[in-house]
């Protein structure tokens, strides 16, 4: 089977380049197109139709977060960029990797794995089906960005959640993760008897609370397995602690 790409970059020295690290690293991979700004990518890809997409991000016209916006699972994304701070943006729009340049063949290597391994495994993401499926079952997972890499979190490894103005951390038991997504977006996927609101901008693992106490001022305090910082419970969510 053969597999095409498109290419979509205002800089043709490196959209040459990359041409050319592709055919040395992936011999098979037919490159369809190319693009030097966003409006010209997104026409070539949906007369195409190709099954990867290796968009810039600050091109004119249109961004390569806005094509990839407009697909809706077209074909899959790889942003390439010179700015590390859209990493999370940009797997918000269900990019496969995120890779910052000047991008390395050891690098470029790893991409070309991960997508080799989905295109071997797996059809073409239909995220509308996704979407509908997410709203009638629980998140099982969270896609987490760390410097140019992504992570697929399970769920269940998370301890807690904070809420961070308009982000949310993760906490788990070795790392804490970043994410753009409100604490209420997230209680509402959340599986209730899994995952308790003990506070405004608090959602914790249930099974991560090692034991309970309460304060002079009556309040519930969580003391969880893996972490030596205390969660308190609020006032509004004390009914949940009040039977144990």
Known sequence: MTITALIADDEAPLCSYLKKQLATLWPNLQICGQANNGLQALELIRIKKPDLAFLDIKMPGMTGLEVAAQLNGVCRIVFITAYDQYAIQAFENAAIDYLLKPVTQERLQKTIMRLQQQLDNK?????????????????????????????????????????????????????????KTAIKTLETSLNPNEFWRIHRGTIVRVSAIARISRDFQG??????????????????YAYRFKQM
């Open 123 to 179: 059809p073409p993401v239909d995220f509308e089906a996704l979407l509908l499926q997410l709203t009638e079952t629980y998140l099982q997972w969270l896609k987490v960005a760390y410097q140019d890499e992504i992570y697929i979190l399970p769920v269940s490894e998370v301890d807690y959640f904070q809420a961070a103005n308009k982000y949310t951390t993760i906490v788990t038991a070795e790392k804490e993760w970043l994410i």
């Open 219 to 236: 309040r519930y305090l969580l003391k969880l397995h893996e972490h030596q910082e205390t969660l308190i419970v609020s006032r509004a």
